[in-house]
């Protein structure tokens, strides 16, 4: 198991460390028990983040998803990428406040293209939760830089021009 780091300095509500309101969450890499790389993500909904009385917010369960499917696709392929959105996300269960949850994405296929990733959520008594399935792309520096506001060093440093 290696903890992935995420700098101070980042802004994201689902990831940032410092993010006022932000979830905070946090990743770690490791080999699954069928030997596949893998990016997981424990986290614990709080009584302030429910949707029915009692249940996660159906939107924080697909961020805290998400999230640990971009820090999968970055750290398993070795570069910054990104997605349109969900391919599916098939929720069959809703984590419960005050019970945590592990959200686990792996890469399911590559191509020149980019990658497809697969995560699924479930309980810590092992009952599945949900799936989430994204396309992703590996943009350009030049892409990035078109597209909008300016990223960090950190994130632009491995980024092809």
């Known amino acids: 198991m290696t903890l992935l780091p995420n700098p101070a300095e980042s802004p994201c509500f689902g990831c940032g460390p410092g993010h006022a309101r932000g979830l905070r969450l946090g990743f770690e890499r490791v080999r699954a028990d069928d030997g596949v790389e893998e990016v997981r993500c ?44 969900p391919a599916t996300f098939d929720q069959q269960r809703v984590p419960r406040v005050g019970k945590p949850f592990v959200a686990r994405a792996r890469i399911a296929d590559r191509d020149d293209a980019g990658l497809r990733m697969t995560c699924v959520s479930e309980g810590l008594d092992g009952k599945h939760l949900a799936r989430l399935d994204t396309p992703w792309t590996h943009p350009s520096r030049a892409q990035v830089e078109k597209s909008g506001p300016p990223l960090p060093g950190y994130l632009l440093e491995d980024m092809a021009p």
Do not use: N, Q
Request: aromatic share 18%; net charge negative; charged share 15%.
């Open 42 to 85: 424990t986290y614990m909904p709080r009584a302030d983040e429910c949707g029915w009385p009692g249940f996660l917010h159906i939107g924080l369960h697909f961020l805290v998803m998400y999230e640990a499917s971009y820090w999968g696709a970055w750290e398993l392929s070795g570069k910054v990428a990104v997605t349109k959105g």
